[in-house]
């Protein structure tokens, strides 16, 4: 049986707010990213891929079913995917994790190698 929100606990209800993933944690009311407690500033779809990223696990997925998850029933280039994906990769350069390319398949997150 599913709890009713407002029979969640305090700190079930900041389990749901915040995600934590290594070293990276995420508000998802607020908008706001941390690494290693460093505010990392993103932009909103920036931090939408990021964390679609966290909430699927590892999975793969090609340009075009980040589009559809991601950005919606927009219409925008497949490129658009590979810039914002740069741009995080910039800005996440010091998490635990990566975007890792997969060679004409897609993308999926890694635990970087020790």
Same mark, same amino acid.
């Given at each position: 049986m599913k709890k009713e929100d407002s029979e969640l606990t %305090?700190?079930?209800? &900041?389990?749901?707010?915040?995600k934590v993933i290594g070293n990276l944690q995420m508000d998802i009311n607020s908008f706001e990213t941390y690494i290693n407690d460093q505010s990392i500033k993103l932009t909103p779809l920036e931090f939408k %891929?990021?964390?679609? &990223?966290?909430e699927t696990g590892g999975q793969m997925f090609s340009?075009?079913?980040?589009?559809?998850?991601v950005w919606g029933e927009t219409h925008v280039l497949k490129r658009t995917v590979d810039s914002t994906i740069a741009g995080l990769r910039k800005k996440t350069r010091h998490w635990d994790f990566k975007i890792r390319s997969i060679y004409g398949v897609g993308y999926k997150l890694d635990k970087k190698a020790a």
């Open positions: %305090l700190e079930e209800t &900041f389990a749901m707010r915040i %891929l990021l964390q679609f &990223f966290c340009r075009n079913e980040l589009l559809t998850y």
